[in-house]
């Protein structure tokens, strides 16, 4: 038979790895920095920016191929966003197969970039009416507002500036299409 002293110790030795579990499971892990985050009005002011001075260029270099391409945007912007996608597709597809990226990926940049100056000025005059009908400029501002304020809003924005860039995307198509 076990005597009452063996039993006394570990029946304290239990307690005590019982009370150092306990405080084992309290200790908290080491967490990991989480990454810095970008203030929403650091990406405001950025996407503002970049499409200010791209835009601007746009409107310096070819003012009449932008008004082409606004009106296209006016005045079918389904099939604009269907030959965006199209594009943007295509593109991705044909970097990933060829693996031509350093050709591809700033072609998908500069067709999503020059999409959203489009859907920008489009979006300009039709908010600002004919105060800005003469020039491109005040359209642009308007517009850039505007895709960067919606830009703002978590999940929608991303998904609506998604789909302004197809349609000004699939405007450039059209444009090129219509002038082979």
Known sequence: MVSKRTLRVAGSATVALAALAGVAAAQQPPST???PQISPILTFVASLAL????GGI???VAPDYLRRTSARVRDDPVSSFIWGLIAFIGLLVASILIITMIVTIPALLVLGIVGNVIVAVTLGMLVAGGAVDDSLFKALVVGVI????????????GLVNFVLGMIGGGAVVNEFRDGR
């Open 146 to 157: 505007i895709v960067s304020l919606i830009g703002l809003v978590p999940i929608l924005g």
């Open 51 to 54: 499409n200010l001075v791209i």
């Open 58 to 60: 746009v409107v310096a």
């Open 33 to 35: 920095p989480s990454p």
